[in-house]
């Protein structure tokens, strides 16, 4: 009987020890890779929420690091209708439930990207590892000289020219730019990533950008005909809820694409 403790103690460990080889069996360590990162745009394609098509002339971006992340997006963080907006407050963001977790691979430049241009633009090779991606995070920078050396962002990290198009008939020639406070995290990227040759492209939904904004809340047309979006304006405040929106980023695997 005295030795009874002894041999339970003993068995509770041979146990353990084989339960613990038996999770080690399941897990492959992982492996080191690239693959090629780029962006490109799709239009929009119908009227927006206020009735308004838009066509844009020029998007540009100011774009830092792309970092992919293990973490996936439990809940969408499509921003929820504010009223507020409509009045020209700032709205806030809705965020989903998302932790990032461990991080897989990520692309270090900053450069700024015509999101217009045919085929697009490169950000990139990312350096990563493989395993079970779930989503990315996307930077925005303020440019440089060195970044920007023509200047079409004009020191913003964004802009986007264009002209939109009311149902009425109204028309309006906008100039617009856009500054973050933070990356825009979250953004569903799922894929079990091993050696397989391929590359990510990420689509930017210009529609989703303009989705929100009413162009009659833009400033009176200037001596060229071109309209900004003021600071407290509707338009402003919809199109940083645009350019935020994480399900305006549309990321996909591209197969056999060089690495």
């Not at 100011?62 to 439990?74: D, I, P, Q, T």
Request: aromatic share 6%.
């Amino acid at each position: 009987m005295p030795r009874t403790p002894a041999l339970l103690r003993d068995t509770l460990a041979v146990a353990a020890t084989l339960m613990c080889l038996g999770c080690g069996d399941d897990k492959t360590e992982a492996e080191r890779r690239t693959f090629g990162v780029s962006m490109t745009a799709t239009p929009p394609t119908a009227p927006n929420a206020h009735g308004w098509t838009v066509t844009p002339e020029a998007v540009q971006m100011s774009v830092g690091a792309v970092r992919f992340f293990e973490g996936r997006v439990l809940l969408s963080r499509a921003p929820r209708f504010d009223w507020y907006s409509l009045i020209g407050g700032t709205a806030r963001a809705h965020p989903g439930h998302y932790v990032p977790g461990d991080a897989l691979g990520e692309v270090l430049k900053v450069q700024t990207v015509d999101l217009l241009a045919a085929g697009g633009a490169f950000l990139g090779d990312a350096n990563a590892v493989t395993g079970s991606y779930g989503s990315l995070e996307l930077t925005l920078v303020t440019p440089t000289a060195a970044t920007d050396a023509q200047n079409v962002l004009g020191g913003h990290q964004v802009h986007v020219r264009g002209t939109a198009l009311h149902t009425t008939g109204a028309t309006v020639r906008f100039d617009a730019a856009v500054d973050l406070p933070k990356a825009i995290e979250g953004v569903r990227f799922e894929r079990e990533l091993k050696q397989e040759p391929g590359a990510v492209s990420i689509a930017v939904d210009l529609g989703k950008w303009m989705s929100r904004i009413n162009f009659a809340t833009a400033s009176l047309p200037d001596a060229a005909g071109v309209s900004t979006f003021p600071a407290d304006s509707q338009a402003q405040n919809a199109l940083v809820r645009g350019v935020e929106d994480t399900s305006a980023y549309v990321v996909t695997w591209v197969e056999g694409a060089a690495q």
